[in-house]
C-alpha cells in the first residue's frame, strides 16, 4: 500500500507526532509502569524503522526531522519496488476501496463499506481505546495520581 503523496504521509505522522507529545501523554508515560513499557517497546520499534530514538527524554516531544522522515518514506518504498517479487507486489492507495485489493488477493468484493481509521494520524488513542493494555495504564495513572495528592495533602 501506498499513500497517493509523500506529503499526505508526512502530513500523517506529523500529526500522530503532535498526537504522542500531549502533556497527558507524557504524564501516563512517567507515572504509569505499563506506559513507560510501552514506551520503551515503541522507542524500540521506532530506531528500527526511522534510525532514531522519538524522544531524548520520557516527557520531552517527539522529535521532528522533515527531511529524515521524507528520506525514509522514499527509500522504504523504492526498497520495495525493488525488492519485491511483482506477482506479489500490490500498488495500492486506499482510496481505491476493495475492488483493487480483493482482486488481487482472489477474494470476493464484500458488499460493506471499506474501513479506514486514522486517516490523517489524529486518532492514536482512539484506536486503542478499550484494549486491555490501555485499560491498565489508565488504572496505573490513576492509582500514582492519588498517592501523590495523598502525599501532598
Not at 485499560?135 to 498517592?147: G, P, Y
Amino acid at each position: 500500500m501506498m499513500r497517493n503523496s509523500e506529503d499526505e504521509w508526512i502530513k500523517s505522522i506529523k500529526a500522530q507526532n503532535k498526537e504522542l507529545s500531549t502533556w497527558n501523554a507524557s504524564l501516563v508515560r512517567l507515572l504509569s509502569p505499563t506506559g513507560r513499557k510501552v514506551d520503551q517497546f515503541m522507542t524500540i520499534i521506532a530506531v528500527a524503522v526511522f534510525g532514531f530514538p522519538p524522544r531524548s527524554h520520557i516527557i520531552s516531544e517527539l522529535k521532528y526531522n522533515e527531511l529524515q522522515y521524507r528520506l525514509i518514506y522514499r527509500r522504504h518504498n523504492a526498497h520495495i519496488l525493488q525488492n519485491a517479487p511483482k506477482d506479489k507486489l500490490l500498488v495500492y492507495s486506499i482510496k481505491e476501496g476493495w475492488e483493487p485489493l480483493c482482486k488481487f488477493l482472489g477474494k470476493e468484493v464484500p458488499n460493506t463499506e471499506f474501513p479506514h481509521r486514522n486517516k490523517s494520524g489524529t486518532n492514536v488513542f482512539e484506536l486503542v481505546k478499550g484494549k486491555p493494555t490501555l485499560q491498565k495504564v489508565i488504572k496505573e495513572t490513576a492509582i500514582s495520581l492519588a498517592a501523590i495528592a495523598c502525599a501532598v495533602s
